[in-house]
């Protein structure tokens, strides 16, 4: 058992832990995650429960989880489709209360766990110099969950 860096979520802060690593032809170490619908639930879960700011990555990842174009969370925030492109690239930072919707709106969506109130969620809307990691406990495929 080991942990895995899991950068085809388009996120580079990713790790899974307790994951069987399995070795291919070439000596290369591989992962089969099975459940990817799950794992991919626990990741933005992980993202809007976290206390501080969302990255670029982020919110890319957590709108394509939801199924929405740039220009329909543009919409739904009532911003240009090119500022959620410019917050997606970094190079603009996101806009708090923004990012807040952002999240209860992924909570709703997604049916995620845990409700926290808006005063809650708009309080971990702060920048932070660098994204922390989303650890997930993959032991069990079964039952995919953030590390504690």
């Known amino acids: 058992m080991g942990a895995y860096r899991y950068t085809d979520s388009g996120l580079d802060n990713v790790m899974i832990e307790g994951v069987k690593l399995l070795v291919d032809d070439a000596g290369d170490e591989c992962l089969v995650i099975p459940n990817i619908n799950a794992l991919h639930k626990v990741i933005a879960h992980g993202i809007v429960v ?18 929405m174009t740039q220009a329909q969370l543009a919409a739904m925030l009532h911003r240009e489709p090119l500022a959620i492109s410019r917050w997606e ?47 997930i406990d993959g032991s069990d495929p079964s039952n995919y969950k953030l590390a504690a």
């Open 50 to 67: 976290r206390r501080s700011s969302m990255s670029g990555q982020e919110l890319r990842f957590i709108r394509t989880e939801m199924g």
């Open 89 to 135: 690239r970094g190079e603009v930072a996101m806009d708090a209360n923004a990012e807040a919707l952002v999240r209860l709106y992924a909570i709703q969506k997604l049916g995620l766990p845990d409700s926290p109130n808006v005063m809650e969620i708009a309080g971990w809307c702060v920048p932070n110099a660098q994204t922390p990691p989303i650890v």
